[in-house]
């Protein structure tokens, strides 16, 4: 079974469509979750919390300065430690992910006009376009977006795991005609 699976991957690779194979490392989920964050309302929404207490942060320090009674020692080391959070959750959540995925292997993802497959040493997915309507280019990724207001789910294609560099262009052409860039 698992030679017709790669039967099936080598007629693919003769039509439109553009393959990627990699090992997923925690620096891909780091970069694909934070490009990620830019469609994610929790996240902007933590941004902007995060820019509230710099806000009163420098407020109270202006008190201070000022001659002003001071604030409490707590609130900047709760502050200090939000910011220091949310700056590094997208690391913290791609050592979870990473761990998961290197269970699974070395990642063979073939993109075609259909969707995509991501085939692993121990399973195999199939994402229609209407599952992930949405991606986001980096300078080092494609990220398939869900289309919920968090984009929980999200599909990460490398760059670096595509074959020729001409398929970088194939690749954002099969998405643009069939996702929506945000």
């Not at 099936?8 to 964050?37: I, K, N």
């Not at 761990?99 to 994402?127: H, K, P």
């Amino acid at each position: 079974m698992v030679e017709d699976q790669g039967a099936g991957q080598q007629e693919l690779r003769g039509t439109d469509a553009v393959v990627l194979e990699y090992r997923p490392t925690v620096g891909d989920f780091a970069s694909a979750l934070r490009a990620r964050r830019g469609v994610s309302r929790a996240s902007r929404r933590q941004f902007w919390i995060l820019g509230c207490f710099a806000v009163l942060l420098a407020l109270q320090i202006a008190v201070q300065i000022s001659g002003g009674k001071a604030a409490p020692f707590p609130l900047y080391i709760g502050i200090f430690a939000y910011g220091t959070l949310i700056l590094l959750t997208p690391w913290l959540q791609a050592r979870q992910f990473h761990r998961f995925a290197e269970r699974l292997g070395t990642f063979l993802v073939t993109v075609t006009d259909t969707g995509v497959t991501v085939t692993s040493d121990n399973t195999t997915a199939s994402v229609n376009w209407s599952a992930q309507p949405r991606y986001r280019e980096t300078a080092d990724f494609f990220v398939m977006l869900s289309p919920d207001k968090n984009a929980v789910a999200f599909t990460m294609l490398p760059k670096r795991a595509l074959a020729a560099p001409a398929d970088v262009d194939r690749l954002r052409t099969l998405l643009d005609r069939n996702l929506t860039r945000v």
